[in-house]
Nanobody, 122 residues
Framework: QVQLQESGGGLVQAGGSLRLSCAASGRTFRNYAMAWFRQAPGKERVFVAATNQNGGSTYYADSLKNRFTISRDNAKNMVYLQMNSLEPEDTAVYYC???????????????WGQGTQVTVSS
């Protein structure tokens, strides 16, 4: 089992950057594909990015791949999301998730963090 805790959210001006972190507990972290999702108020949770177990493959939402970068450090049990050129539309709660497969479907992720709020002001 894996427990996940996000950090790094906050308030940033449009055009700025943030780096989200997700700390995972458990020795089996390296067995899981990891992903980031986000949920804006009143909207569904949507896929942002994912990386496979060794970090060698990544997968992004088409609209975000030029601005966001996912990475992981298995030695530290960490997953990161670097977000650049932030826009007010990026305002959401960002969630870290772990699962068996590299997929954009939230139903396939078994473990979720509590989320971290990102607010982008115009």
């Amino acid at each position: 089992q894996v427990q996940l805790q996000e950090s790094g959210g906050g308030l940033v001006q449009a055009g700025g950057s943030l780096r989200l972190s997700c700390a995972a507990s458990g020795r089996t972290f390296r067995n899981y594909a990891m992903a980031w999702f986000r949920q804006a108020p009143g909207k569904e949770r949507v896929f942002v990015a994912a990386t496979n177990q060794n970090g060698g493959s990544t997968y992004y939402a088409d609209s975000l791949k030029n601005r966001f970068t996912i990475s992981r450090d298995n030695a530290k049990n960490m997953v990161y999301l670097q977000m650049n050129s932030l826009e007010p539309e990026d305002t959401a709660v960002y969630y870290c998730a772990g699962g068996t497969f590299l997929t954009s479907m939230p139903v396939h992720y078994d473990y979720w963090g509590q989320g971290t709020q990102v607010t982008v002001s115009s």
